[in-house]
């Protein structure tokens, strides 16, 4: 069974740092397309960035470019999400995704 837990959110000012994790159980997640989606409150779903499976492809929205960066560790199995500079537009859950297989976010604010 798929199973994928996030961790790491949590409160920073502007301009702060934090790293998001994504246990994966269930499949080897490097074999498959990985996600990060975050949906502010009140708002949908919206992309982040992806890592391709495979050679590892990388791909981000526009507005996260230069400052996080989506890894894999093919041996743990887990997923990341470096944020730096982060901006009070940057606040909201984000979650790990594969497929239709999600997690249960993890909650980052950033707020002065």
């Known amino acids: 069974e798929v199973h994928l837990v996030e961790s790491g959110g949590g409160s920073v000012q502007p301009g702060g740092s934090l790293r998001l994790s994504c246990s994966a159980s269930g499949f080897t997640l490097g074999d498959y397309d990985m996600s990060w989606v975050r949906q502010a409150p009140g708002k949908g779903p919206d992309w982040v960035a992806t890592?391709?499976?495979?050679?590892?492809?990388?791909y981000y929205v526009d507005s996260v470019k230069g400052r996080f960066t989506i890894s894999r560790d093919n041996v743990e199995n887990l997923l990341y999400l470096q944020m730096n500079d982060l901006a009070p537009e940057d606040t909201a859950t984000y979650y790990c995704?594969?497929?239709?297989?999600w997690g249960q976010g993890t909650q980052v604010t950033v707020s002065s």
């Open positions: 890592i391709s499976s495979g050679p590892g492809t990388t």
């Open positions: 995704n594969t497929g239709n297989h």
